[in-house]
């Protein structure tokens, strides 16, 4: 357990009689004071994962945000304003750190938080890394593989002085899961982890919002979805399965299998009422389809007084609306914009999609795809007794992902083990012991401010944490990064390796052995 998640841990499991349950609390550490010498943070991309790590690091750390890098006047201006930004850490663009401007970056700044779109990360961390800043990257670390192993070699790059590598893998870092993780793999609750069924249910508009109308809608320009939306579900996997205790090697995976594709969001599912319409607000249709622009964005969301996500996404400055009937109108304009067949760009300028017709749209990512993943015996871990050692036995693990659902992004797990079956529904976990009879229930403390079950703080806890180490408690950098933010480069690398291979396995509708195409794909 890192030093990090240790102090998230404030009682003791209670003992109960059969056929009770009893509760575990997790409390999260309570808002630092800000030391003088407090990490200084700035943030790339101040969209909504740029302030969500903001709001933590402000909030739930002793660190402090002390930049921003932003194009856009409003929520440059916005961040600025939030978190006291002196004009002199203001930046139109991240290529400013790196330019003229760069010493003054260094001697002000501890580390970066990289928050843009998914495929500029990149070309962000390799122009970054050479100031020595510490770097946390918003998941995933990149969109393609090669360019994921040419960031983990830059990072790691034994030539220079060495820096802390935080990715947005939040569910490692959320109360829930590192108490689950801790019963599973550290006190062996239900014995040996045979099987584990993991589900993402990404929510029906969720879905729509992001994944149709959104930017994340076309694996050319972004990637598939299961990088996207659920890199850091495979790396809870291969955080419970891989990597059950810090101190041995990765039990690395022996087969992958997938299948998925796009069920729903086609024009062969546009309803026949709705003819030749591709925006909503003049579809005929629109009054019926559950997928309506207006009754996501402006009934479901702006009329309950929901000014945050999806509706600032469609119109970032919504807040600066003089009263709900100007907000409204606000909403209504941009949500009316069409483009027919021309799509979202006009004049080379991408143009908001969020009015748009679901079963007109340009994407092509799947709304729904399971993976399954084998581990064998590891016989290298076999005891005297023949029983496999360290939680190195075979076992199976499947990841479902779904657009349609009534809870959104509330993921839920079943364990089954040798001795007992858990479990979870992010907000409790159970255990049933088969000898025993007894049933019992544990419940973390959840920050309902902090996003992904408090998965945001506790991230930006580890990072922040991990540089004060370093810089004021003259930690090694190596020692930091495994001790507090709780995993390596090499990590990081292979949990996204993994997403490659299960879209590869669906797209080729194959199963495919772990080392051999690890060999073939990563390490050549």
């Known amino acids: 357990m890192t030093t990090a998640i240790k102090k998230l841990f404030s009682a003791k499991d209670t003992s109960s009689t059969p056929h009770e349950t009893s509760s575990f609390r997790v409390v999260p550490r309570a808002t630092p004071p800000k030391p003088v010498n407090s990490p200084r943070i700035l943030i790339i991309g101040a969209g909504s994962r740029g302030h969500a790590y903001a709001r933590s690091i402000t909030t739930a750390t002793n660190g402090t945000v002390v930049g921003v890098a932003e194009p856009d006047e409003y929520k440059r201006r916005s961040m600025v304003q939030k978190y006291n930004i002196s004009d002199e850490l203001a930046f139109t663009s991240w290529t400013e750190l790196v330019g003229e401007r760069k010493g003054l970056v260094t001697s002000r700044v501890d580390g970066v938080c990289v928050c843009t779109l998914d495929e500029t990360h990149e070309e962000i961390v390799l122009a970054i890394r050479p100031l020595n800043l510490h770097i946390l990257c918003e998941k995933p670390l990149s969109t393609t593989l090669e360019s994921c192993v040419r960031m983990a070699n830059t990072i790691s790059d034994p030539d220079l002085p060495p820096v802390l590598l935080a990715i947005g893998h939040v569910l490692r870092y959320s109360p829930h899961n590192i108490l689950m993780k801790k019963l599973v793999c550290e006190d062996k609750l239900i014995g040996e982890i045979v099987n584990v069924n993991h589900t993402e249910p990404v929510g029906w508009y969720h879905f729509a919002h992001s994944y149709v109308r959104g930017n994340w ?308």
């Open 217 to 524: 809608r076309r694996k050319e320009t972004a990637a598939p979805s299961l990088l996207t939306k659920c890199c850091h579900d495979i790396d809870l996997l291969f955080w419970l399965l891989c990597s059950p205790t810090a101190t041995t090697t990765p039990h690395l995976p022996s087969t992958v299998s997938s299948s998925g594709s796009l069920v729903h969001f086609r024009r062969t599912r546009k309803p026949a009422k709705a003819g030749n319409a591709t925006n909503c607000l003049s579809c005929p249709a629109e009054p019926d389809c559950v997928f309506s622009a207006r009754k996501i964005y402006v009934e479901k969301n702006l009329k309950k007084m929901n000014m945050g996500w999806p509706v600032k996404i469609v119109v970032p400055d919504i807040e600066e609306a003089s009263n709900m009937d100007a907000a409204e109108a606000m909403l209504t304009q941009k949500l009316g914009e069409d483009y027919g067949s021309e799509g979202a760009i006009v004049d080379g300028e991408q143009k908001s999609y969020y009015g748009r017709c679901v079963y007109e749209t340009d994407n092509n990512v799947v709304d729904n795809q399971v993976v399954t993943i084998s581990w064998e015996d590891d016989d290298t871990s076999i005891s005297p007794s023949g029983a496999s050692e360290e939680g190195r036995g075979a076992k199976t693990a499947t990841l479902t992902m779904v657009a349609f659902s009534e809870k959104i992004c509330e993921r839920f797990t079943r364990i089954y083990g040798t001795r007992g079956e858990l479990e979870a529904d992010s907000c409790q976990i159970k255990i049933y012991d088969f000898e025993t009879g007894v049933r019992k229930t544990w419940v973390p403390s959840i920050d309902m401010l902090s996003g992904h079950g408090g998965g945001d703080n506790g991230l930006a806890r580890a990072f922040v944490d991990a540089i004060n180490k370093v810089k004021n408690e003259e930690w090694a950098v190596d020692k930091a990064q495994k001790e507090v933010i709780g995993v390596t480069a090499e990590e990081v690398l292979r949990s996204h390796a993994a997403v490659f291979w299960a879209e590869e396995a669906r797209v080729n509708r194959q199963m495919l052995e772990w080392g051999e195409w690890w060999a073939q794909n990563v390490r050549s």
